[in-house]
């Protein structure tokens, strides 16, 4: 025995079917085959060039000091005056 919706969904082919047949493309349908396995493999390893990049925070080395101080009189040559 088929559940109702085992029922609905044949139905639904067979309406399909009939549909396609009035169509003239029901003839020599053949199922999809199943799609190949693609060729991808693993990656092969390319041959390091030169030493990997790597963090100075990892390897316990200083940070660079970049801070620059702040003059504080530079900026007023800067602004506009509003008039």
Known sequence: SLSAYELERLENIR????????LGLADGMVPAAPPAPSAKGKRKA?????PSRRSSRLKD?????????HD????EGRRRRKA
């Open 61 to 69: 080395m200083p940070a660079p000091n970049v801070y620059i101080e």
């Open 15 to 22: 309406r399909n079917h009939e549909h396609l047949a009035r």
């Open 46 to 50: 390319s041959p390091a060039a030169g």
């Open 72 to 75: 504080p009189d530079e900026d």
